[in-house]
């Protein structure tokens, strides 16, 4: 994620810059996803003022789109189609596309849903609620999305036939067998520890743990630059001056401390507090009991797959292969890297994460439906490309995706909050998606000049 | 060169999409022609017909068309009920499953006539589409019962439960809970008739649109929403938006069926508010109904296939002794969405609440294991 992408030019080292341009690039960033956080600012101070205009006061300083609450659950309505994203970017980057991701979802999520509600309890006798039932039910859909990935990525890398066609099958078949399970019945409830996977004030780290991950997550920043900064200068790499390194420390510490603070704002509503109040035996203080909630269980989930991501991407043999294939198949192939195996490999790998979607989805919303991840390939599709990942093959980081899917669910979030029906939604969403690809690329050909 | 393959891609996949939907709309033409000579036809063969009333109902046979057998609700309570009645009638059973393609089940109709069929039951796929072959088997003399679902055609029975009544159900029970406050609305599907008759239905029992106010003045619709597909998790995210919007203060939430319920009850769940704000659906959903034996959901408005099976079946029976549906016991006329006078018999559904979950264990609609999951004991009559 920090990992400088080009060089910096001679004339800027460990120098002061002399204008914007030149900050820019001697903090060597990646400018598209600078373009991202600009344009998901404007969606979010947007939503704001408009939140504010249409609510009760009728003024722009009273709006709900940037309060705790609202950020707390956007982050993780996220989630779901961000952890999905990061896997898409690699198959796209790779030539293909995979459009039963939401049929994946569905059919592993009703899977864990089955093994926990019906098969551990039921027909093994065993009872609800033990200890490890979440566990079998997650390796188990695990598993199978790990199967079908690679059933499908087989018929791609060495069956040639087309990823589109496979997928759009797949998207069939495995929506088909959803219903086929249990004729199409709801399961709920849910095991109790499972549910902690989907994320509420109650799952979710508390104050405490939220800053020491957030201050770990810091020092973890500082190390990495610190670190790659000697590793290039040992190979007579150029490095970014002192004083950028600095400032890029100082705006990662800052933007990770204020999520937690932001999260740890986020107290736990008054129903539960005092929920929690009287079942522990404690009597509410005037103004009743202040909790804080932290960060949700599952947005730690998308954390970690962001980074296990960046790092597969980024720094092991296995992403780079990714990339050159997408790049040139041709010169990749004749370069000695097995093509068919890494591309059946970013199917397994895709499978699985639509499988851990699929585990936090219905841990959400503590059922397991047939509809469960319906249409869901084209959210993670849209993130994806939102997020800078080309169909042209080569181009896209794991980053990007992840805050595409933030920019897609933060338009829904929004315009759910000003009450905008759901077709005008998918009018907007599909708008803007294709404005902004078209405004990219329309960047992009003219900086190429 | 690969956009160019991508691109060739997406044609075929648009030409098969194309293909499959379109089989679910019908040539304009066909339908055209075969209505011309329809009423002439029918007025001929319901005179045959009703010479033969007197024949022994032995020689009825009824065939149903199923859109979908492989769904569970049809084969485990519908069909033993239809027939049951047919039995109990001296009717013989036919029937096929058009396995949800509009296209195959405008052939399983002619294939139920030339089986002789007298009476023929259809659970429509697509209720526009169907509309040519209930006019050719109307031309044949066979009257047409649309089961539970509506075919825009006023020779045909409609056979439904009362889903206006449904949605005035769902608000009464709700209003029972909570007579005054905000109020958060989730419809279904904008594109199905039935979430705006839902709808209209809570008008009538007293909850306003939104911007109008109540007679009493009480009740504020603080958020309404349509809800693609009846998806639970878009609900759940609407309800989650609905009570950041208004800072929690949420008194009543007017689910229009169960699965968004679950949402709805996941979302309120997560403020701590499940158990607290009223909440409806409808469909004798298991996990509904076990909720309701919880406390976290307040009423679930049923309909009990095995009536509208046993109804279905009884017409059927009427129908083969005299073809003419207005004359089959307990039908009225209804103005369908279309503007159409129907002949229909609208059945009455049931609201379950925490007071007779004890109907729904002895319709042996559910077993009490599951409906007393992870409830405590004493607090729910049923359970005990």
Redesign the interface.
């Known amino acids: 994620m920090t990992e400088a992408t080009g060089t910096v030019p001679e004339s800027t080292r460990e120098q002061a810059p002399r204008s914007l341009r030149g900050l820019l690039q001697a903090l060597n960033l990646d400018t598209r996803l600078l373009g991202m956080v600009g344009a998901l600012a404007v969606i979010w101070i947007g939503f704001q003022i408009l939140s504010g205009l249409t609510g009760p006061k009728h003024d722009i300083f009273s709006g709900t789109f940037l309060t705790p609450v609202n950020l707390y659950n956007l982050a993780q309505q996220s989630v779901s189609v961000g952890i999905m994203a990061t896997g898409m970017v690699l198959i796209i980057v790779s030539r293909n596309i995979d459009l039963s991701i939401g049929s994946i979802l569905g059919l592993t999520g009703y899977t864990m849903a089955m093994v926990q509600v019906i098969w551990i309890p039921k027909s093994l006798g065993l009872g609800f609620d033990q200890p490890y039932t979440w566990i079998i039910a997650l390796a188990i859909g695990i598993a199978l999305g790990a199967a079908i990935g690679a059933f499908q990525g087989f018929l791609v890398a060495y069956g040639k036939v087309p990823s589109f066609i496979v997928t759009l099958g797949g998207l069939l078949v495995w929506r088909g067998l959803v219903f086929e399970e249990q004729q199409g019945q709801t399961i709920s409830p849910l095991d109790k520890t499972f549910q902690l996977l989907g994320g509420s004030p109650t799952a979710s780290l508390g104050d405490v743990a939220s800053w020491i991950l957030g201050i770990l997550a810091c020092a973890g920043i500082i190390y990495t630059l610190i670190a790659t900064r000697r590793k290039r200068r040992k190979y007579g790499f150029p490095v970014r001056p002192t004083w950028a390194n600095g400032v890029l420390m100082a705006l990662g510490c800052l933007a990770i401390l204020g999520f937690v603070w932001i999260m740890n704002s986020y107290a736990w509503p008054p129903g539960l507090a005092t929920q929690y109040a009287h079942d522990h035996g404690i009597t509410e203080p005037p103004g009743g009991l202040q909790i804080a909630t932290g960060i949700a269980f599952p947005v730690i989930i998308l954390i970690a797959v962001t980074l296990v991501m960046t790092y597969i991407t980024t720094r092991r043999r296995f992403g780079r292969y990714v990339f050159a294939i997408g790049g040139n198949p041709d010169a990749a192939e004749l370069g000695g890297i097995n093509v068919r195996r890494t591309v059946m490999l970013t199917f397994v790998l895709i499978g699985i994460l639509a499988a851990i979607s699929g585990a936090v989805q219905s841990a959400r919303l503590q059922a397991a439906v047939t509809s469960l991840g319906t249409q869901a390939e084209l959210d993670v599709i849209a993130a994806a490309v939102i997020g800078g990942t080309s169909f042209s093959g080569g181009i896209g980081t794991i980053p990007g995706a992840v805050l595409g899917a933030v920019v897609m669910q933060s338009l829904r979030s929004g315009m759910l909050l000003l009450r905008v029906d759901s077709p005008i939604q998918d009018i907007v969403v599909g708008v803007v998606l294709v404005s902004a690809i078209a405004f990219d690329t329309y960047v992009r050909g003219r900086s190429a000049r | 060169m ?2 160019r ?2 691109a060739s ?2 044609g075929v ?1 648009a030409i098969l999409f194309a293909a499959c939907s379109g089989s679910s709309t019908p040539a304009p033409s066909a339908a055209a022609s075969a209505a011309a000579p329809s009423a002439a036809a029918s007025a001929a063969a319901s005179a045959a017909a009703s010479a033969a009333a007197s024949a022994a109902a032995a020689g009825c046979v009824v065939g149903v068309s199923w859109n979908n057998y ?3 609700r049809w084969a485990k309570w519908d069909e033993p009920a239809i027939k049951a009645a047919l039995t109990a009638g001296g009717a013989t059973y036919i029937s096929n499953d058009a396995k949800s393609s509009a296209e195959t089940q405008a052939n399983n109709v002619d294939n139920l006539i030339s089986q002789g069929a007298k009476v023929i039951i259809i659970l429509a796929q697509d209720g526009t589409a169907i509309k040519p072959s209930v006019t050719k088997a109307l031309a044949a003399g066979v009257p047409v019962i649309a089961y539970d679902r509506l075919i825009e055609d006023p020779k045909a029975l409609y056979l439904t439960f009362d889903n206006k009544l449904v949605g005035k159900l769902q608000a009464q029970a709700v209003l029972a809970a909570k007579a005054s406050g905000n109020f958060a609305i989730i419809k279904g599907n ?1 594109a199905d008739a039935n979430a705006d008759f839902l709808r209209s239905g809570m008008v009538e029992a007293g909850v306003p649109d939104v911007g109008k106010t109540d007679p009493a003045g009480k009740i504020v619709i603080v ?12 609900a ?3 309800m ?3 009570l ?2 208004n ?2 203060k949420i008194d009543a939430v007017i689910s229009e069926n ?2 968004m319920a ?2 709805v009850i ?1 979302a309120l ?5 499940a158990g ?1 704000v009223p909440v409806s659906g409808q469909d004798g ?3 509904a109904l ?1 909720r309701i034996a919880l406390g976290t959901q307040t009423v679930d408005v049923w309909k009990d296939a095995r009536l509208l099976g046993k109804a279905a079946g009884d017409a059927a029976v009427q129908l083969c002794a005299n073809p003419d549906i207005t004359k089959v016991a307990g039908t009225a006329p209804f103005t369908s969405p279309g503007n159409n006078t129907l002949t229909s018999q609208l059945l009455t559904p049931q609201a379950i609440t925490k007071d007779n979950l004890n109907v729904v264990l002895d319709a042996k609609w559910i077993d009490k294991a599951t409906l007393c ?2 409830v405590t004991a004493g607090s729910v009559a049923a359970c005990n």
């Not at chain 2, 958020?223 to 878009?234: F, I, K, L, R, S």
């Open positions: 690969v956009n393959r991508l891609l997406a996949a492989q769904e569970e904008k958020g309404e929403t349509y809800t693609d597909n009846w998806d639970p998790a878009n759940q995210k609407e989650e938006q609905i950041t919007a800072n929690n169960d699965g679950g949402g996941a769940k997560a403020v701590g508010l607290t959903d298991l996990p076990n999951q992870g």
